[in-house]
């Protein structure tokens, strides 16, 4: 059975801090990993994806994360945060075999301080 | 702009009457999904449809149903609302079916049972 768990439902960081949003899965099978950004009152936006090869995944707005099996972790972080990095995060794992049994964790919320 | 669309955008429904949620896309996307979300509780499968003419039961199936009878739509019923299914609702769409296809959602539908 596969799950994800998000560490921390909310998280705020000072503007121009690092962003480290935390993610932990469990899978029978090596998995395929996804960072979806949902802004309020919005649909969730595909933030980057780990499918096969490298392991350190760039994304849009300067996200990036790192698959690593040993900790079965799957991180995001962005060197330095903008106020309009301002939203749900949430961190989604599948498996190859159907995207619909992708399994979402319940999401972080992250707060720019000014 | 290509995507997806959801209506309505919101909307208050007294309980046990019937209500359809409508979703299209123009991508011309092989599969669908409708989940909900509900605070700290991330997004869960309704159901999904791999293709047209088909559709499966995700996580939390009961009291909804769907169908596809063509590629670009794929409606949700509530045949008698019911409190519980206070929630706000994304249809969402992948190109492909595999575990490696993100997915792309609408921005929802709000909807409060009374």
């Known amino acids: 059975a596969q799950s994800v768990t998000q560490l921390g439902s909310h998280v705020s960081v000072s503007e121009g801090a690092l962003v480290l949003l935390r993610c932990n899965y469990s899978?029978?099978?090596?998995?395929?990993l996804f960072w979806y950004v949902q802004y309020p009152n919005q649909g969730l936006q595909l933030l980057l994806k780990?499918?096969?090869?490298?392991?350190l995944v760039k994304g849009i707005n300067g996200f990036e994360a790192e698959f690593k099996k040993s900790e079965t972790s799957f991180h995001l972080t962005k060197p330095s945060a903008h106020m309009s990095d301002a939203a749900e995060y949430f961190c989604?794992?599948?498996?190859?075999?159907?995207?619909?049994?992708?399994?979402f964790g319940s999401g972080t919320r992250l707060s720019i301080r000014p | 702009i290509a995507g997806i669309t959801q209506a309505p955008t919101s909307q208050i429904l007294a309980a046990g009457r019937r209500m359809t949620l409508r979703c299209t896309q123009d991508m011309r996307h092989n599969a669908m999904y409708w989940y909900r979300q509900d605070l700290g509780l991330g997004l869960r499968l309704i159901h999904y449809?791999?293709?047209?003419?088909?559709?499966g039961k995700g996580e939390v199936p009961d009291g909804y149903s769907v169908s596809r009878a063509n590629t670009d739509d794929f409606p949700l019923t509530l045949a008698s609302a019911v409190p519980s299914q206070t929630s706000v609702y994304f249809c969402?769409?992948?190109?492909?079916?595999?575990?490696?296809?993100?997915?792309?959602f609408g921005d929802g539908t709000r909807l409060s049972i009374l």
């Open positions: 780990y499918t096969t090869g490298a392991t």
């Open positions: 969402a769409s992948s190109e492909g079916t595999g575990g490696n296809q993100p997915q792309h």
């Open positions: 989604a794992v599948t498996r190859y075999s159907s995207a619909s049994k992708i399994i």
């Open positions: 899978s029978s099978v090596p998995p395929y």
């Open positions: 449809s791999n293709t047209a003419g088909t559709t």
